[in-house]
Protein backbone atom coordinates (compact mmCIF):
# COMPACT_ATOMS: atom_id res chain seq x y z
CA UNK A 1 0.00 0.00 0.00
CA UNK A 2 1.45 3.23 -1.12
CA UNK A 3 2.12 5.81 1.67
CA UNK A 4 -0.18 9.40 1.29
CA UNK A 5 1.73 12.30 -0.12
CA UNK A 6 3.41 14.45 2.92
CA UNK A 7 1.25 18.01 2.59
CA UNK A 8 3.51 20.57 4.57
CA UNK A 9 1.93 22.94 6.82
CA UNK A 10 3.01 26.41 4.84
CA UNK A 11 1.90 30.02 6.12
CA UNK A 12 0.12 32.00 3.50
CA UNK A 13 -0.27 36.06 3.13
CA UNK A 14 -3.84 36.02 5.05
CA UNK A 15 -3.27 34.11 8.22
CA UNK A 16 0.72 34.97 8.36
CA UNK A 17 2.62 32.93 10.71
CA UNK A 18 -0.22 31.54 12.63
CA UNK A 19 -1.56 28.21 14.45
CA UNK A 20 -3.80 28.12 11.97
CA UNK A 21 -0.73 27.07 9.08
CA UNK A 22 0.80 25.24 11.17
CA UNK A 23 1.24 21.39 11.95
CA UNK A 24 -0.59 20.22 15.02
CA UNK A 25 1.97 19.11 17.68
CA UNK A 26 3.96 22.11 17.13
CA UNK A 27 0.90 24.38 17.91
CA UNK A 28 0.72 22.01 21.10
CA UNK A 29 4.42 22.33 21.93
CA UNK A 30 4.89 26.69 20.81
CA UNK A 31 4.11 28.79 23.77
CA UNK A 32 2.55 31.80 22.67
CA UNK A 33 5.27 34.13 22.08
CA UNK A 34 6.58 31.88 19.34
CA UNK A 35 4.12 33.48 17.04
CA UNK A 36 5.10 37.48 17.39
CA UNK A 37 6.95 38.31 14.12
CA UNK A 38 8.99 40.91 16.46
CA UNK A 39 10.13 39.03 19.15
CA UNK A 40 13.85 38.05 19.08
CA UNK A 41 13.32 35.49 21.37
CA UNK A 42 10.90 33.92 19.09
CA UNK A 43 12.26 31.62 16.10
CA UNK A 44 11.21 33.49 13.55
CA UNK A 45 11.00 37.31 15.37
CA UNK A 46 14.39 37.61 14.03
CA UNK A 47 15.13 39.19 10.20
CA UNK A 48 16.89 35.98 9.93
CA UNK A 49 14.63 33.60 11.52
CA UNK A 50 12.26 35.14 9.34
CA UNK A 51 14.01 34.59 6.14
CA UNK A 52 15.24 30.98 7.42
CA UNK A 53 11.17 30.30 7.85
CA UNK A 54 10.66 31.96 4.05
CA UNK A 55 13.41 29.87 2.47
CA UNK A 56 11.83 26.73 3.95
CA UNK A 57 8.59 27.43 2.63
CA UNK A 58 9.87 27.82 -1.00
CA UNK A 59 11.95 25.13 -0.83
CA UNK A 60 8.26 23.09 -0.06
CA UNK A 61 6.94 24.76 -2.60
CA UNK A 62 9.77 24.18 -4.97
CA UNK A 63 8.79 20.27 -4.74
CA UNK A 64 11.77 20.07 -1.82
CA UNK A 65 11.17 17.12 0.56
CA UNK A 66 12.26 16.87 4.20
CA UNK A 67 15.33 14.99 3.68
CA UNK A 68 16.74 17.17 1.74
CA UNK A 69 16.20 20.33 4.23
CA UNK A 70 19.70 20.21 5.78
CA UNK A 71 21.13 20.68 2.83
CA UNK A 72 18.63 23.64 1.92
CA UNK A 73 19.93 25.88 5.09
CA UNK A 74 23.30 24.47 4.61
CA UNK A 75 23.16 26.39 1.30
CA UNK A 76 21.77 29.41 3.03
CA UNK A 77 24.65 29.30 5.75
CA UNK A 78 26.93 28.91 2.89
CA UNK A 79 25.20 31.90 0.52
CA UNK A 80 25.34 34.50 3.69
CA UNK A 81 29.34 33.44 4.67
CA UNK A 82 28.38 35.23 7.96
CA UNK A 83 30.32 32.93 10.57
CA UNK A 84 33.71 30.64 9.18
CA UNK A 85 32.53 27.16 9.41
CA UNK A 86 35.28 26.37 12.26
CA UNK A 87 34.09 28.93 14.89
CA UNK A 88 31.33 25.95 15.16
CA UNK A 89 33.94 23.90 15.88
CA UNK A 90 35.99 25.84 17.98
CA UNK A 91 37.23 26.14 22.05
CA UNK A 92 34.93 29.05 23.99
CA UNK A 93 38.89 30.78 23.56
CA UNK A 94 38.90 30.53 20.38
CA UNK A 95 35.46 31.78 20.13
CA UNK A 96 36.23 34.93 22.08
CA UNK A 97 39.23 35.20 20.09
CA UNK A 98 36.53 35.64 17.00
CA UNK A 99 34.08 37.93 18.58
CA UNK A 100 36.82 40.66 19.86
CA UNK A 101 38.04 40.50 16.63
CA UNK A 102 35.62 42.45 15.03
CA UNK A 103 32.63 44.36 16.14
CA UNK A 104 30.37 42.79 13.51
CA UNK A 105 31.17 39.42 14.59
CA UNK A 106 28.37 39.26 17.87
CA UNK A 107 25.87 40.14 15.31
CA UNK A 108 26.86 37.20 12.31
CA UNK A 109 26.88 34.82 15.26
CA UNK A 110 23.46 35.46 16.61
CA UNK A 111 22.05 35.54 12.67
CA UNK A 112 23.41 32.04 12.53
CA UNK A 113 22.38 30.91 15.84
CA UNK A 114 18.79 32.50 14.33
CA UNK A 115 19.08 30.37 11.24
CA UNK A 116 19.73 27.10 13.24
CA UNK A 117 16.77 27.79 15.72
CA UNK A 118 14.46 28.63 12.91
CA UNK A 119 15.09 25.53 11.08
CA UNK A 120 14.86 23.09 13.34
CA UNK A 121 11.48 24.91 14.36
CA UNK A 122 10.58 25.86 10.98
CA UNK A 123 10.56 22.18 9.95
CA UNK A 124 8.44 20.98 13.19
CA UNK A 125 6.23 23.81 12.50
CA UNK A 126 5.41 22.69 8.75
CA UNK A 127 5.88 18.60 8.86
CA UNK A 128 5.53 17.94 12.13
CA UNK A 129 9.26 16.14 13.44
CA UNK A 130 12.94 17.87 13.17
CA UNK A 131 15.53 16.15 10.38
CA UNK A 132 18.53 14.89 13.15
CA UNK A 133 20.83 17.20 11.40
CA UNK A 134 18.98 20.33 12.27
CA UNK A 135 18.17 19.49 15.76
CA UNK A 136 21.86 18.61 16.52
CA UNK A 137 22.37 22.20 14.81
CA UNK A 138 19.93 23.85 16.67
CA UNK A 139 21.32 22.25 20.18
CA UNK A 140 24.62 23.34 19.71
CA UNK A 141 23.60 26.79 18.48
CA UNK A 142 21.68 27.18 21.83
CA UNK A 143 24.95 25.54 23.75
CA UNK A 144 27.20 28.28 22.45
CA UNK A 145 24.20 31.11 22.53
CA UNK A 146 24.11 29.86 26.48
CA UNK A 147 27.95 29.14 27.21
CA UNK A 148 29.69 31.38 25.20
CA UNK A 149 28.05 34.29 23.27
CA UNK A 150 25.86 34.92 26.77
CA UNK A 151 28.94 35.27 28.83
CA UNK A 152 31.26 37.06 26.44
CA UNK A 153 28.29 39.70 26.02
CA UNK A 154 27.39 40.29 29.90
CA UNK A 155 31.29 40.84 29.93
CA UNK A 156 32.03 42.77 27.19
CA UNK A 157 28.57 44.75 27.35
CA UNK A 158 27.74 44.50 30.41
CA UNK A 159 24.87 42.90 29.48
CA UNK A 160 22.07 41.19 32.27
CA UNK A 161 23.01 37.49 33.32
CA UNK A 162 20.15 35.35 32.32
CA UNK A 163 19.44 37.37 29.16
CA UNK A 164 18.74 34.34 27.26
CA UNK A 165 17.14 32.28 30.00
CA UNK A 166 13.55 32.32 28.69
CA UNK A 167 14.63 31.33 24.91
CA UNK A 168 16.84 29.16 25.87
CA UNK A 169 14.14 26.93 27.88
CA UNK A 170 11.14 27.45 25.56
CA UNK A 171 13.22 26.93 22.45
CA UNK A 172 14.87 23.53 24.00
CA UNK A 173 10.99 22.67 25.55
CA UNK A 174 9.72 22.72 21.81
CA UNK A 175 12.25 21.06 19.83
CA UNK A 176 12.29 18.21 22.83
CA UNK A 177 8.38 17.91 22.36
CA UNK A 178 8.92 17.46 18.59
CA UNK A 179 8.43 13.34 17.40
CA UNK A 180 10.53 11.29 16.17
CA UNK A 181 11.61 11.13 12.46
CA UNK A 182 10.67 8.67 10.33
CA UNK A 183 12.79 5.72 10.50
CA UNK A 184 14.43 5.77 7.78
CA UNK A 185 16.10 9.30 8.91
CA UNK A 186 16.57 7.78 12.57
CA UNK A 187 19.99 7.08 13.47
CA UNK A 188 20.27 3.07 14.09
CA UNK A 189 22.25 3.67 17.33
CA UNK A 190 19.52 5.88 18.75
CA UNK A 191 16.45 3.78 18.17
CA UNK A 192 14.37 2.78 20.80
CA UNK A 193 16.02 5.17 23.34
Keep these: ?7 PYLDNSQAGLSPDTSHPAYVAAAPEWFWNEDDPRAPFGTDDGHDTLSTLQEHFIQGGTDEHVPGCIASLI ?8 TVWTSSQEEIVVWLDADENHVRFLHGEIDVYVAAACGQFKTSGWIHPALRFWAERA ?28 ATRAVI ?13 MYRGL
Design 1 to 7: MKRPKHI
Design 78 to 85: TDWALVPE
Design 142 to 169: LMLLEHVLGPWEQKTFGAAPGTYDEKLA
Design 176 to 188: AAAPDPPKKLQLP
